[in-house]
T-cell receptor, first 112, second 111 residues
Framework: ETGVTQSPTHLIKTRGQQVTLRCSSQ?????VSWYQQALGQGPQFIFQ???????GRGNFPPRFSGLQFPNYSSELNVNALELDDSALYLC???????????FGSGTRLTVV | GIQVEQSPPDLILQEGANSTLRCNFSDSVNNLQWFHQNPWGQLINLFYIPSGTKQNGRLSATTVATERYSLLYISSSQTTDSGVYFC?????????????FGTGTRLAVRP
């Protein structure tokens, strides 16, 4: 069902390192959002981009940053990784707010 | 921000049984979606339903926006229905354009 692709699927990093997660959305999906899902919890909103500009941010520190590119791809960057950053990271895209969001299959990040 | 509550938190069914999952939300919404998360973490969109009723095979959903709740019906359940069901809403004065998720209903369907 999904036209949203995320890479990599799994990743192991050491505390203090930096990581970049990638997402490729469907053509025409101008809105992309990133979510963090800890084990046993619902996804939590990190931030949203619309036409390459950040237009909303959740309760996450500045070491979580992102980019959206003209080709409907986007990145989530996390600096100075902490053990609590271990989670499933989900990317979601939408053409407009009236069509709902489609999620990718996620990147499972483990910080050791 | 907007609050989303789902019930029940856990549900065990025998294959073939029917069930109703509920989602209550604390403010007006312009988007409500039901998702099924499979064991591999994929969030599958079941319904985009900010209001009204929709059906898709054995699944149907109803949102009564004026009373701030939504229901997901699963009929003739199958083992492949197992997983976590999330309700997510977008809206409310201070929520902006983002989805706020409930805590989910964990469903196990026994053969």
């Amino acid at each position: 069902e999904t036209g949203v692709t995320q890479s990599p699927t799994h990743l192991i990093k050491t505390r203090g390192q930096q990581v970049t997660l990638r997402c490729s959305s469907q053509s025409g999906h101008n809105t992309v959002s990133w979510y963090q899902q800890a084990l046993g919890q619902g996804p939590q909103f990190i931030f949203q981009y619309y036409r390459e500009e950040e237009n909303g941010r959740g309760n996450f520190p500045p070491r979580f940053s992102g980019l959206q590119f003209p080709n409907y791809s986007s990145e989530l960057n996390v600096n100075a990784l902490e053990l609590d950053d271990s989670a499933l990271y989900l990317c979601a895209s939408s053409p407009t707010v009236y069509y709902g969001y489609t999620f990718g299959s996620g990147t499972r990040l483990t910080v050791v | 921000g907007i609050q989303v509550e789902q019930s029940p938190p856990d549900l065990i069914l025998q294959e073939g049984a029917n069930s109703t999952l509920r989602c209550n939300f604390s403010d007006s919404v312009n988007n409500l979606q039901w998702f099924h998360q499979n064991p591999w973490g994929q969030l599958i969109n079941l319904f985009y339903i900010p209001s009204g009723t929709k059906q898709n095979g054995r699944l149907s959903a109803t949102t009564v926006a004026t009373e701030r709740y939504s229901l997901l019906y699963i009929s003739s359940s199958q083992t492949t229905d197992s997983g976590v069901y999330f309700c997510a809403v977008e809206g409310g004065e201070s929520s902006g354009d983002k989805l706020t998720f409930g805590t989910g209903t964990r469903l196990a369907v026994r053969p």
